[in-house]
């Protein structure tokens, strides 16, 4: 009855980080400018992870893959959100400026 339990939270965790991952990639393609395009994938490379490895770990019955998985998942929340911001840092630096609000869309 637990492993029914853990295999169906499990599976509820990895398609909720799959439908987060499809959402932010969607909105990667979408948005207008650089710095909306950095939000929309830095949103995703933030929670998606964290659901996805999630599941993972439950898969893994907390041995030694759960270690493992639990060491991928501190390494990508530690870097994403730095990678991010250097990016941005970096975009701003070369003087890539943000859309104007008065620009209409031609689609």
Do not use: C
């Not at 499809?22 to 939000?39: C, E, F, Q, S, V």
């Not at 870097?79 to 991010?84: L, T, V």
């Amino acid at each position: 009855m637990m492993n029914l339990a853990l295999d169906t939270l499990s599976w509820i965790l990895l398609l909720t980080g799959s439908v987060f991952v499809i959402i932010g990639g969607i909105g990667a393609l979408r948005m207008p400018d650089l710095y909306t395009r950095m939000h929309a994938a830095s949103v995703t490379e933030s929670l998606a992870p964290i659901l996805i490895l999630s599941g993972l770990i439950l898969q893994a019955n907390f041995g030694l893959y759960a270690v493992k998985l639990s060491a991928i998942l501190l390494f990508l929340l530690l870097s994403g959100p730095a990678a991010s911001n250097a990016l941005a840092s970096a975009a701003l630096l070369s003087g890539h400026g943000m859309r104007s609000q008065d620009t209409k869309d031609s689609a």
